[in-house]
Every structure is written in structure tokens, then in C-alpha cells.
T-cell receptor
């Protein structure tokens, strides 16, 4: 069964600093990979997704992620964070099994931004 | 195009009561997924439904939980005889019925269930 690991439970960065959130997955084939963001008390918003092709994917709000098959990783990056980026970030892996695209989520990384 | 709708947004039940959570997928979407998020945890898959069919319920607790997605109307997640451990946020997601590719899931705002 597939699994997702987000090793950092909580990260604090200064506004304007760069950000990298780690995500490792375990799956036998090439997975479909997603990053979602959740603001407090809200639902999940898709930041970006990787299905195939270029391993560097661009998302909304200035985020990007790079798929590295050799490391089974899909880390999320942003060159300069804004205070509004404070939220919980979830990495997820999906697989297409006869049209069943259920997602397996990591436990999340809480991002705090300090002035 | 309205997004995924869930209601109620907050639900309080006493132990032993029933909880009914509703989800209306985005227009044109025929796949519905339910996930549960316990406090301080990620989302866990519960069940995947298409119209009038349960496709995968491998994440559903064996007792007290049931889900349906009728031909007309919203999808319903039903929890009978709720216990304190059922307190969580329940998220519904929907996706279109394209089988030639994997598509993203669009999430609703969630229903936060509190069991007293």
C-alpha cells in the first residue's frame, strides 16, 4: 500500500525567507502527487499536482515542487514566503486503479511565519 | 460554478445519537470521496462512491458508519450511535468521471462533528 511521510511537523520561517517542505512517498509505480494547503477551519485547496512529464511543476501562489524518482520525494518550495502562507500543508499520493483515485495523505506540516 | 458544498458546517451530537453529513459535489462531477481528519492528523480516506454505487469502502469503520450517493440529491455520510472518538472534521471531495486520466479532487469546507 502506498504511504506518504512528511517528516517536519512544524516549520517556522521569517517572512521573505525561502521555504522547502519535505515529502517522501512509498509506492511501487509512478504515483500521482499533490500538495494541498489548509487554512485554519477551512477545507483543502490544491496548490499543485504531478502526473507525468516535467518533474518541476509550478503551482498557485508562487509555489513549485520537484518530483525526484530516485529519492521518492516531492518537496514543495517557495522562494519568498508571505505572512498569508501560514497554514497547514499536506502532501498526498494518488493512484488510478480502475478509476479509483483515492488519496493517501501525509500527516501535514504546519507553517508559521514570523515578521 | 459552485464548489463542493457540505452541510452542516458544524454539528454537535450527544453520545448515542445519529449524525448525518451531506455533500453536494461540483456540477458535472459524479465521483464523491469522504475523508476524516482527526485532531492534529492528516486526512484519512473513508469511502469512494459513484451515483448509486459504493466503489471502495475500505476506509470505513465496519460498524455504525454508512454512506450513500443516490441518483438524485447529495451524498450522505451517516454515523449511528456516535461516540466521542467520532469527533473529527469530515471532508467530502468530488472529481469528474474522466477515466482516461487521473484528475484532482476538489474538497468541500468540511463538517466539524463534536460528540459530547
Amino acid at each position: 500500500a502506498q504511504s506518504v511521510t512528511q517528516p517536519d511537523i512544524h516549520i517556522t520561517v521569517s517572512e521573505g525567507a525561502s521555504l522547502e517542505l519535505r515529502c517522501n512517498y512509498s509506492y511501487g509505480a509512478t504515483p500521482y502527487l499533490f500538495w494541498y494547503v489548509q487554512s485554519p477551519g477551512q477545507g483543502l485547496q490544491l496548490l499543485l499536482k504531478y502526473f507525468s512529464g516535467d518533474t518541476l511543476v509550478q503551482g498557485i501562489k508562487g509555489f513549485e515542487a520537484e518530483f525526484k524518482r530516485s529519492q521518492s520525494s516531492f518537496n514543495l518550495r517557495k522562494p519568498s514566503v508571505h505572512w498569508s502562507d501560514a497554514a497547514e500543508y499536506f502532501c498526498a499520493v494518488g493512484l488510478s486503479n480502475f478509476g479509483n483515485e483515492k488519496l493517501t495523505f501525509g500527516t501535514g506540516t504546519r507553517l508559521t511565519i514570523i515578521p | 460554478n459552485a464548489g463542493v458544498m457540505q452541510n452542516p458546517r458544524h454539528l454537535v451530537r450527544r453520545r448515542g445519537q445519529e449524525a448525518r453529513l451531506r455533500c453536494s459535489p461540483m456540477k458535472g462531477h459524479s465521483h464523491v470521496y469522504w475523508y476524516r481528519q482527526l485532531p492534529e492528523e492528516g486526512l484519512k480516506f473513508m469511502v469512494y462512491l459513484q451515483k448509486e454505487n459504493i466503489i471502495d469502502e475500505s476506509g470505513m469503520p465496519k460498524e455504525r458508519f454508512s454512506a450513500e450517493f443516490p441518483k438524485e440529491g447529495p451524498s450522505i455520510l451517516r454515523i449511528q450511535q456516535v461516540v466521542r472518538g467520532d469527533s473529527a472534521a469530515y471532508f467530502c471531495a468530488s472529481s469528474p468521471a474522466r477515466r482516461e486520466s487521473v484528475d484532482e479532487q476538489f474538497f468541500g469546507p468540511g463538517t466539524r462533528l463534536t460528540v459530547l
